[in-house]
């Protein structure tokens, strides 16, 4: 403590301030330089009065201090000192949608020069977007150029705050030309996509007339021909011939490849497809076709859409024929998020309308999906759905087929990768999109930055890793591959319980010793039971994407399979008595 007059030097923190006594016996530290005497001779309103001053200016340090301490805590402004700035420079802020939310700069320039940039504000996550808030000012003073690649892993946040540069350079008038503005402008991030336009008679610009305007993302896509290998379900899970029995995944079941193989892979299947609706998701000729003739087109046959399809997915898909703009060209899928659509990140969005758990409408044979928000795409909910007869024209529970042995009307989950990654309990769903992990960024040997659309998984990309994984991860992959070990050997150990659930079902079924008054019940939760199950087995990431909702979906199927196996050797022990 220093002495200074009448008054007091006290240390709040890192701030110096000045106190009055008053000050000092409304802050609790006494009245020692008020005599005792003095204060016995006051009349009681003026203890009230000494009272009232000496906690106004308590409150008032306590604001000084507050403000100061706020002062400190904003970001230091990069570039120039005050000394070296122009007095004809102009301080500008502006304003631009990062990841999540707005990232607000201020900074100080002349048509000249970018003599200062400061993020003031951002909600940007800790660690990813954070560190291109660090980063990225600097590397646009360095530069004098807002043409400077993104910090690896945090692409929307870089470009929301070259977006936010531009637009303070902008609102003082100045021209942007010279910063390279025109190419920020078009790389400002959107935040919504697009729902097609249907019945508007455009057809499909397929990706090799792209090719020339967009040669990065045109051979990266290419690229995608690299993933090639083909793992036989049927050998590999030995189960899933009982499971799917009566059905063309026990016929035939590979594991995907890389778009480029799209549609070779469906003519090359083994399992029948009369219908044009298992063209679905798999090349934009069809989609264009849905688009324009209407769900008719689900009905057409096969054989004769097989003639007209040029390519698997690529540009179309994605953007329609406006590429860098996300525009969603499955109408399904726009139904299946309902009123939650501008709320999901464009590339969300775009993956999902393939990655998701659909099912062919029984009456019309649309391609359709079991829920029309965010909230009601928990597998529970959609279970519900498919359970509830008065949601299909027959009055009855859908099934994809029933199992010619057991009699139980299966469900067959398709690739819920949207619904398990955006659902309860995902560790990532608010911070990063299906492009960010699968998409990388990538750059030329011009150097020119892209986005890659050769779709890898983030355990092949180690700069990602390195670079923003690391931030939450010691060792990402190892954590994964422990994560999808674990699933794996649980999906095993349940699957060979419904397929000795299935056998049980089976003979009993065979024996004609029970009324279906007495199966039904088990064929109910038999089905459920295998619900659950293929929900998770048929997800690629093998619980990487939301290990929390996988391993509440294996325990359900492990508990209602549990369940039926109880009643049915319940009744046959009914029976041997």
Not at 56 to 62: E, K, R
Not at 374 to 396: C, H, I, Q, V
Not at 480 to 509: C, D, H, I, P
């Amino acid at each position: 403590m220093l002495q200074m007059g009448k008054g007091v030097l006290r240390r709040a923190g890192d701030l110096t301030v000045y106190a009055s006594p008053f000050i000092i016996r409304a802050a609790g530290c006494g009245a020692a330089n008020m005599r005792r005497s003095t204060m016995r001779k006051m009349t009681m309103k003026q203890r009230k009065m000494a009272d009232i001053i000496g906690l106004a200016c308590g409150v008032f340090v306590l604001i000084v201090a507050i403000c100061f301490a706020v002062l400190k805590a904003r970001p230091a402004a990069v570039g120039a000192s005050a000394g070296d700035i122009p007095a004809s420079a102009q301080h500008l802020s502006g304003t631009a949608e990062g990841r999540n939310g707005p990232i607000e700069v201020e900074i100080v320039a002349d048509e000249n020069k970018i003599y200062q940039i400061n993020v003031v504000s951002h909600s940007e996550t800790d660690g990813i977007g954070s560190v291109a808030v660090d980063k990225l000012p600097g590397m646009i003073y360095d530069a004098q150029s807002l043409e400077v690649d993104a910090v690896s892993g945090a692409t929307l946040s870089s470009n929301a705050i070259k977006a936010a540069v531009l637009n303070a350079m902008e609102s003082g008038g100045l021209s942007t030309d010279s910063f390279g503005g025109e190419n920020v402008a078009a790389a400002s991030p959107v935040k919504m996509a697009s729902r097609v336009v249907t019945n508007s008679g455009v057809t499909v610009v397929h990706a090799a007339d792209w090719a020339e305007q967009y040669p990065n993302e045109y051979n990266s896509w290419l690229m995608t021909s690299e993933s090639d290998d083909i793992d036989d379900y049927l050998e590999i899970y030995p189960m899933l011939r009982t499971l799917y029995e009566g059905y063309g995944f026990a016929i035939d079941y590979g594991s995907a490849r890389g778009h480029y193989y799209d549609v070779q892979d469906i003519e090359a299947t083994g399992r029948p497809h009369p219908l044009a609706n298992c063209w679905t998701c798999k090349t934009p000729d069809f989609t264009n076709m849905v688009n324009e003739m209407g769900i008719e087109a689900y009905q057409l046959d096969w054989t004769e859409v097989q003639k007209q399809i040029t390519e698997g997915i690529s540009c179309y898909t994605c953007h329609a024929n406006t590429p860098g703009d996300i525009t969603i060209t499955h109408t399904y899928w726009i139904d299946a998020v309902g009123d939650d659509f501008d709320d999901i990140a464009p590339a969300n969005l775009a993956c999902g309308q393939c990655h998701n758990e659909y099912y062919f409408a029984p009456d019309t044979k649309a391609t359709t999906i079991a829920h029309n928000s965010l909230a009601s795409m928990d597998p529970a909910t959609m279970l519900a759905f498919f359970n509830d007869g008065a949601n299909f024209p027959t009055g009855e529970p859908f099934a994809d087929w029933t199992n010619p042995r057991t009699g139980v009307k299966q469900i067959k989950v398709q690739h819920p990768e949207f619904e398990t990654y955006l659902g309860a309990g995902s560790p990532h769903a608010d911070t990063f999109t299906c492009a960010d992990c699968h998409m990388p960024d990538a750059v030329n040997a011009d150097g020119v930055a892209y986005h890659s659309h050769n779709l890898i998984s983030p355990l092949d990309n180690p700069e990602l890793i390195e670079n923003t994984c690391s931030a939450c991860h010691f060792d990402l992959v190892s954590e994964v591959r422990a994560v999808q070990e674990k699933v794996e050997k649980r999906t095993y150990t349940v699957g060979y319980r419904l397929e000795y659930l299935t056998e049980l079902l089976a003979s009993a079924v065979a024996s004609e010793k029970y009324t279906d008054e007495q199966l039904d019940p088990i064929r109910s939760i038999a089905r459920d039971a295998q619900f659950y199950w293929d929900f998770v087995f048929v997800e690629n990431a093998e619980g990487a994407h939301n290990p929390a909702l996988t391993y509440q979906c294996l325990d359900k199927a492990d508990e209602l399979c549990s369940q039926a196996t109880d009643m049915i050797l319940k009744l046959t022990r009914q029976q041997a008595a």
